[in-house]
């Protein structure tokens, strides 16, 4: 299933992978507030939809997302408080943490600003080779934005965040892979076809349930110490003891097939 463009974004749903498009070739896919609101909404939907049991993120044309559509600051009233579009739009920028099902970027280009976040904000990151990269905001006398600050030490540590952020300096994603930013780096050409290819494997032998819960867990559990975090995982394991998904698991590799786990919600 297919929906035409809207807003910047294609959405596309085929074998049980979501894939959304950012797709303003005019702009390189620079992102204004409708597209930001447009991904966050496609992203909660793909969450909902029990047919969905992975997502891929990923640029048309040349880029995957220099950023917020520089064009549109010059409308920007010096000193102006936020009004709530800009406070909805850090929801929708960062929706691919909350939810519950895994999201890989396929970063097809240039990686920027705003849509530098939005690949940091995603479970697994894949690259094409000689893609571009960087935080740009301190080149802007911009702030980092939307929980950056946040995210990037936890990917690629404080110093090299530092760096990074700091500096605004492009870097490749050969060093995005040598920092731990990125997991692969693949010819440009075959960056769709392997992102899918990680994506259809998520689904077809990774539990919708054991996903999600894993994923709140990676969020939340940095805040605590071991302790904390060994005594939530008992309560989460024995939890899991009772649901379907672990019956069909131990099924599945005793009897040498595919697992069929029920859909979340299920």
């Not at 880029?63 to 102006?80: K, N």
């Not at 697994?124 to 990269?133: D, I, L, P, Q, Y």
């Not at 939340?220 to 904390?228: A, G, Q």
Request: charged share 20%.
């Amino acid at each position: 299933m297919s929906e035409p463009w809207e807003s910047g974004v294609s959405y596309e749903v085929a074998a049980g992978i979501a894939t959304l498009t950012f797709d303003k070739p005019e702009r390189n896919n620079a992102m204004d507030l409708p597209m930001q609101a447009r991904y966050g909404d496609l992203l909660r939907r793909a969450d909902a939809d029990t047919d969905v049991r992975a997502i891929v993120v990923t640029g048309a044309g040349r880029a995957f997302s220099p950023g917020a559509d520089l064009g549109l600051l010059s409308d920007i009233t010096t000193g102006a408080p936020a009004d709530s579009g800009q406070r909805k739009g850090f929801q929708d920028v960062l929706a691919a943490v909350y939810l519950g099902k895994p999201v890989v970027a396929a970063i097809n280009g240039g990686c920027a600003g705003l849509g530098f976040v939005i690949a940091c904000s995603a479970d697994v990151r894949f690259a094409a080779a000689g893609a571009k990269f960087t935080t740009a905001f301190a080149r802007r006398g911009l702030v980092a934005e939307y929980g950056i600050a946040k995210l990037l030490p936890e990917l690629i540590g404080a110093g090299r965040a530092r760096d990074l952020l700091l500096s605004g300096r492009t870097f490749t994603a050969e060093q995005a892979f040598d920092y731990g930013l990125v997991q692969e780096v693949v010819p440009p050409g075959e960056l769709s076809l392997r992102a899918h290819a990680y994506a259809t494997e998520l689904a077809t032998y990774s539990a919708p349930r054991s996903m999600a819960v894993m994923k709140r867990q990676l969020t939340r559990d940095p805040e605590l110490s071991l302790e904390e975090s060994a005594a939530e995982a008992i309560d989460l394991m024995h939890e899991s003891f009772g649901h379907p998904e672990l019956a069909e698991g131990l099924a599945s590799w005793n009897e040498r097939r595919p697992p069929q786990f029920p859909g979340v919600g299920r």
